[in-house]
């Protein structure tokens, strides 16, 4: 069973860089046909697929959010990251990581997902 946990900074203030980690379990990331996204939820707003990194360490990016968005992976502790950099109130939202089953094209493994607050 494959497990997926955030962990997020809390509270961030505007300008700051917003650092999130989803450590992965039960499955390596490096994993062929597989890729691991961020999306993201702002306050009654709907899901914003943000960004993933390939089982090859390739990345996408929205195309919207390109410019001040960063994945990274660590290999050895199983984990991927996104880096926000230049955050902004409108950043607020519940960030979550997934699988992406690039066989079937469907998220197929979610965390629980980390709340952000971007506020002075």
């Known amino acids: 069973q494959v497990q997926l946990q955030e962990s997020g900074p809390g509270p961030v203030k505007p300008s700051q860089t917003l650092f999130v980690t989803c450590t992965v379990s039960g499955g390596s990331i490096t994993t062929t046909y597989y890729g691991w996204s961020w999306i993201r939820q702002p306050p009654g707003k709907g899901l914003e697929w943000m960004g993933g990194?390939?089982?090859?360490?390739?990345?996408d990016y929205s195309p919207s959010l390109k410019s001040h968005a960063s994945i990274s992976r660590d290999t050895s502790k199983n984990q991927f990251s996104l880096q926000l950099s230049s955050v902004t109130p409108e950043d607020t939202a519940k960030y979550y990581c997934a699988r992406w089953n690039i066989a079937t094209d469907i998220w197929d493994y979610w965390g629980q997902g980390t709340q952000v607050v971007v506020s002075a």
């Open positions: 990194i390939h089982y090859d360490g390739s990345t």
